[in-house]
RNA sequence: GCCGAAGUGGCGGAAUUGGUAGACGCGCUAGAUUCAGGAUCUAGUGAAGGAUUAACUUCGUGCGGGUUCGAGUCCCGCCUUCGGCACCA
C-alpha cells in the first residue's frame, strides 16, 4: 500500500533537478577559475529538429563522462551549437516556400528543447549557431587569412558536380561516385571554383598523426593515412618525338622499371591531347575515345575496373635513360587528376600496364629479376611482377637492386636533366565553394578594373541577401547570383562597380573551427581571444562518430595548423583525444515478415523519438539503458526489453535509497566495524575503484555492472541498521551520479544535502580497504581447477600449497602423483605440475 | 584486390599486464507474495555425463597448428562477418 508513494516519478524530479543546475550555473565554464581545466566536446550537431534516441548516444556518453569530470575537481567547458547552414534549409524553402532561416531557427529550438530535457549538461551562455552574421562573420575573416596567405584561392578545373544538389562536392564528399548527400551520381565538369590549401599541410597532418596515435582510434589515423596518400617516386620528362622542346611528364614510384618502359598512356580529359593529334590521321579516333571515356568513366567507374581500353594517338616519345622512341597512348585506366596525368607503360611490372599492353600488342620488356632467380622472359609471363628485385637490361644500373637504383635514378635525374624526385598525394585541395545560398558567402569582388579582391576585414560580414530577394530554384549557379542587389557592389579597390562572388562556402568550414568559437563566443572583436583559446584548447576529449575520419577530421586539424602558425593558437593539433561512439541499431520490419537491424533513422522507420520517450521513461532511463547496453564504441541494439530493463534496475535503486534514506552516512570508523560490516566496506571500495577505473576508460557499461552487482549485495543488508550499509549507500548515490544523474541528485538532496551532488567530490577509493585480510586462492593441477583455498592475503608458496594438500577434492587428484613444479601467482592463484 | 575492426551461452555483453571463461543484464524455468499482474522477491540457467540437495568428471571463446606450468588473450596458417578505400602509376 506504500508501493505507489515509493514509486520515483521520473517527469516532476528530474524537471525539478534540470532547473536548479540551470539556475545555480552548475555548468557554466570560467577561466577563472582555480581548476584544471577540461575541455568536452560532441561533435558540432545538425539541427535536425526531431532527434531521436540514437542522436542522444554521443550527448549522453559527454555528459556521463563531464559530470564525472566535475565531480573529480575539473573546470569543464562543455559546450554545444548547431552546424545550421546547408541543404535542408534550403531544400524546405524551394520545396515548402519555408523561410530557410526561420526554418532553420524553428529546428534549432526543438533540438535545444530535446537536449534540455535530456539533462544534458551544456554551458548554454556558449551556444553558437553557424547561420548566424556574428558566427559566420568570422568563417569569412578566417578566409580572408587564408586568402591573405595564399591558402585560399580560385582555379578552374575539374570539379565533382552534384547534378541532385546543383552544386560543386569537395573529394570527401564524394563516395564510390556518389554524392554523400543526395545519392546522385556525380559529374565532373570544369568550373572555376574556390580551394583551401590543405595540401600544403599534407606532411603535417600526416607527421602529427604521432601526436594522435595514443588517444585516436588507429583506424581513423588509417583511414586519414590512406586519404593523404603520400608517395614518394621520381617525375620524369619524356619528349616529345619531332617536336624540339615539348614533352611529357610522368610520375612513377618505379624509376628502377625506367628501362622497361614500352609506351606512354596519358588520361583522355589530358589537356594538350586536343592539340597533339590535330591534323593526324588518329585525330577522330582519339576524339571519340576520349569523350566516350569522360563520359562513362562517370556512369560507371567501378565495373570497368579490369578492362582497360586505349588507342593510339600516332606520336612517339623518347625514353629518357636508353632513348628509345615508345608510343603514345591514351587509356582510360589513366587519372587525370593524380600525378600528371600520365603514366608510363612499364608491362613487365606493372598489372595494369601489363593487360593493357596485352590487350593491344604492345611489348613487354621485364627488366627487374626476384633476388634469387632469373629475368623472367616476356613471351611467359601471365602477369607482371610487381616485387623489387635486382635491376637487368638497365644499361649503368645492371645488378642494382631496386632500392639502390631508384636511389641512384633520383641522383642522375636533375644531374642529367630528365627527371627529378618528387612526393605525390592522393589529398588534394579542399573545394569550397558552393553554388547554393544557405552558406557563408565568399567574401571576394570581382572587378573588372582590379581583377579579384577581397573583401576588407572592416566590412564583414558580408551578409546573406534577405530571402525575399533570393530565386532559391537551382539554375546550375548560385542562387546569390540572381540577386542583384547582392551582386552589384562596388571595388574595394578602385570604388568602381564590381561583382560580389556568388558562391557560398562548404558548411564543413563552419566546422572547421567551432571548437575554437566556444572558447569565446561573444567576441566581437576577434573570432577568439588568444589567452582563452589557450586556457581551454585543446580539445581533452572529443567525441563523434567515424563518418567524419577524412572530412571535418582533417579539415579542423588543417585550420589549427594554419591558426597556430598565425600564431592565433598555441597547439599543433585540436583533438589530442577522440572517441568515436557506435550507433544505436533498432529493429526494421521488412515486408516479407522478417526483420534486420538498421541503425536508427527516420526514413527507416525505425527511429524512437526522444522527446516523446523521455516524457513517458524519463531521461535517466534513456541515459541507463544507452549506456549499459554494450561498450559506448560499439554499435548497440535498441530493444524494449533493454528499456525495461533500464527502468527496473533505477526503481530498484530507489526502493533501496530512498526507502532507507536515513541511513545515509559519510563516514564510518573501520575500527568500529563487524567484520561482515567490513566486508561490505570492501565491497563498496571495491566497486568504487572498478567504477573510478572504467568510467576513465569510457568503459560505462561495465561501471553499471559493477553498480547492479553492488546493489544486489546492498539489498542483502536492507533490513540491517549497519553503519557501513549507511556508508555503502552514500557512495551508491555519488556514483550513480553521472549515470542516473536526476535520481542521484534527488537522492543527495533527500539525503540532506543542498548543494548539487556534482559539487561533491568524487573519492579515490581506499587502497587499504581493497586488501582483503583472506584470499581465496585458485588450485590448479595441470593447469586445470581442483579447488579453491582460503589463505591470509599474502600467503607463500608452501603455506598456499599446505592448505591446497588439505582440500579434499585437490588431495584426491595428488594422490599417487608427484608435484613435479608449483607456480603460485599471489593472493590468485597455484598451478601444481605433477607426473 | 588492399587496409582496418571483429567472431565468446538462446540474446546484449564481461574477462587492463597470459592466471577461476561466461561478471552484469535480457530471456527462460521453478517457487514465494499478490484479487490480479507485463509489479516485486528467492533460487536455477554453457553443453554433455554423473546424480532424487550429490561430490565430481569431460568438453567448451570461428577453424587448424604452435609457444607456455597455464591461452578468449601471444605466434603461424585459414574461414566468416562488418566497415573503409578501390585503376593513386
Not at 542522436?55 to 569543464?76: A, C, P
Not at 587525370?336 to 613487354?364: C, N, S, W
Not at 564590381?498 to 566556444?518: N, Q
Not at 537522492?747 to 573519492?763: I, P, Y
Request: with cysteine; hydrophobic share 40%.
Amino acid at each position: 500500500m506504500t508501493r505507489e508513494k515509493d514509486l520515483y516519478e521520473a517527469p516532476a524530479v528530474e524537471a525539478k533537478w534540470q532547473k536548479f543546475w540551470e539556475e545555480t550555473g552548475l555548468f557554466h565554464a570560467s577561466e577563472d577559475s582555480p581548476k584544471p581545466k577540461y575541455y568536452l566536446l560532441e561533435m558540432f550537431p545538425y539541427p535536425s529538429g526531431d532527434l531521436h534516441v540514437g542522436h542522444m548516444k554521443n550527448y549522453f556518453i559527454g555528459d556521463v563522462l563531464g559530470r564525472y569530470k566535475m565531480m573529480r575537481g575539473f573546470e569543464v567547458l562543455h559546450p554545444i551549437g548547431w552546424d545550421s547552414f546547408g541543404l535542408p534549409a534550403e531544400n524546405a524553402a524551394i520545396q515548402r516556400g519555408l523561410s530557410p532561416a526561420q526554418w532553420t531557427a524553428d529546428n534549432i529550438a526543438t533540438s535545444r528543447a530535446t537536449l534540455h530535457r535530456a539533462g544534458v549538461g551544456y554551458d548554454w551562455r556558449r551556444e553558437i549557431a553557424a547561420y548566424l552574421p556574428n558566427y559566420y562573420k568570422w568563417t569569412q575573416w578566417l578566409f580572408l587569412k587564408l586568402y591573405e596567405n595564399g591558402l585560399a584561392y580560385r582555379a578552374s578545373g575539374p570539379a565533382n558536380y552534384c547534378p541532385g544538389c546543383q552544386t560543386v562536392l569537395a573529394n570527401e564528399q564524394v563516395v564510390d561516385g556518389i554524392c554523400y548527400r543526395c545519392d546522385t551520381p556525380v559529374e565532373r565538369r570544369h568550373l572555376p571554383q574556390w580551394y583551401f590549401k590543405i595540401t600544403s599541410y599534407a606532411d603535417r597532418l600526416l607527421a602529427d598523426h604521432a601526436l594522435l596515435a595514443e588517444h585516436w582510434p588507429r583506424h581513423v589515423i588509417t583511414l586519414q593515412r590512406n586519404w593523404i596518400g603520400r608517395s614518394e617516386g621520381m617525375t620524369v620528362r619524356f619528349p616529345l618525338v619531332g617536336e624540339e622542346g615539348r614533352h611529357f611528364d610522368v610520375f612513377t614510384t618505379r624509376a628502377d622499371t625506367l628501362y622497361g618502359v614500352t609506351f606512354m598512356a596519358l588520361a583522355p580529359e589530358h589537356p594538350a591531347l586536343a592539340e597533339l593529334v590535330a591534323g593526324l590521321p588518329q585525330q577522330e579516333e582519339v576524339e571519340t575515345f576520349c569523350r566516350a571515356a569522360i563520359n562513362q568513366r562517370e556512369i560507371d567507374r567501378a565495373s570497368a575496373a579490369t578492362e582497360k581500353h586505349g588507342v593510339f594517338t600516332g606520336r612517339y616519345v623518347r625514353n629518357p635513360v636508353n632513348d628509345e622512341e615508345i608510343p603514345l597512348w591514351v587509356a582510360d585506366y589513366v587519372l587525370a587528376t593524380y600525378g600528371e596525368g600520365a603514366v608510363m607503360g612499364v608491362p613487365g611490372h606493372d598489372q595494369r600496364d601489363f593487360l593493357f599492353a596485352r590487350k593491344y600488342g604492345i611489348a613487354v620488356a621485364p627488366v627487374i629479376r626476384p633476388a634469387e632467380g632469373e629475368l623472367p622472359r616476356a613471351e611467359e609471363m601471365t602477369e607482371a611482377d610487381a616485387e623489387y628485385g635486382v635491376m637487368e637490361n638497365s644499361g649503368p644500373y645492371s645488378g642494382l637492386t631496386s632500392e639502390e637504383g631508384m636511389a641512384r635514378l633520383a641522383e642522375a635525374g636533375p644531374r642529367e636533366g630528365w627527371g627529378r624526385a618528387t612526393v605525390n598525394y592522393h589529398l588534394h585541395d579542399w573545394l569550397i565553394s558552393r553554388q547554393r545560398y544557405w552558406g557563408a558567402p565568399i567574401p571576394v569582388v570581382h572587378c573588372p578594373q582590379c581583377g579579384e579582391v577581397a573583401v576588407p576585414y572592416e566590412d564583414l560580414p558580408v551578409l546573406l541577401p534577405p530571402e525575399d530577394q533570393v530565386d532559391f530554384t537551382p539554375a546550375e549557379r548560385s542562387p546569390l547570383a540572381s540577386c542583384p542587389e547582392y551582386l552589384k557592389t562596388t571595388c574595394p579597390g578602385c570604388g568602381g562597380p564590381a561583382e560580389r562572388d556568388a558562391d557560398t562556402m562548404d558548411t564543413y568550414v563552419d566546422s572547421a573551427w567551432y571548437f575554437l568559437r566556444y572558447c569565446d563566443p561573444t567576441n566581437d572583436e576577434a573570432p577568439w581571444e588568444r589567452t582563452r583559446a589557450d586556457f581551454w584548447m585543446p580539445v581533452d576529449q572529443y567525441i563523434g562518430g567515424d563518418e567524419h575520419a577524412v572530412s571535418h577530421l582533417l579539415y579542423a586539424r588543417f585550420f589549427q595548423k594554419f591558426l597556430a602558425d598565425q600564431g592565433l593558437l598555441r597547439d599543433p593539433e585540436p583533438f589530442p583525444a577522440l572517441f568515436n561512439q557506435g550507433m544505436v541499431k533498432a529493429r526494421v520490419e521488412k515486408a516479407n515478415g522478417s526483420a534486420t537491424m538498421e541503425v536508427m533513422s527516420k526514413s527507416k522507420g525505425n527511429a524512437v523519438p526522444a522527446g516523446p520517450f523521455i516524457a513517458e521513461h524519463g531521461a535517466d532511463v534513456a541515459r541507463l539503458y544507452i549506456t549499459f547496453a554494450g561498450p559506448p564504441s560499439k554499435d548497440m541494439e535498441w530493444t524494449e526489453e533493454g528499456v525495461d530493463a533500464a527502468a527496473r534496475w533505477l526503481q530498484r535503486v530507489w526502493r533501496l535509497v530512498a526507502g532507507n534514506i536515513d541511513a545515509v552516512r559519510e563516514a564510518v570508523s573501520f575500527e568500529e566495524l563487524t567484520e561482515p560490516e567490513r566486508e561490505l566496506y570492501r565491497a563498496t571500495h571495491r566497486t568504487l575503484k572498478r567504477v573510478t577505473d572504467d568510467l576513465e576508460r569510457l568503459h560505462f557499461n561495465t561501471c553499471l555492472a559493477f553498480l547492479m552487482d553492488f546493489v544486489n549485495r546492498l539489498y542483502l543488508w536492507e533490513a540491517a541498521e549497519a553503519p557501513a550499509f549507511g556508508y555503502a549507500l552514500y557512495h551508491l548515490i555519488k556514483m550513480l551520479a553521472p549515470f542516473a544523474p536526476h535520481m542521484a541528485e534527488e537522492l543527495w538532496h533527500r539525503a540532506g544535502r543542498d548543494d548539487s551532488v556534482f559539487r561533491a567530490a568524487w573519492e579515490e577509493a581506499d587502497a587499504g580497504a581493497l586488501a582483503a585480510a583472506q584470499v581465496t586462492v585458485v588450485v590448479q593441477i595441470n593447469g586445470k581447477v581442483r579447488g579453491r583455498v582460503a589463505v591470509p592475503a599474502g600467503a607463500s608458496e608452501e603455506e598456499v600449497f599446505a592448505a591446497a594438500a588439505e582440500e579434499a577434492n585437490v588431495a584426491r587428484h595428488l594422490e599417487g602423483r608427484k608435484v613435479v613444479k608449483k607456480i603460485l601467482v599471489p593472493d590468485k592463484i597455484i598451478n601444481l605440475v605433477c607426473k
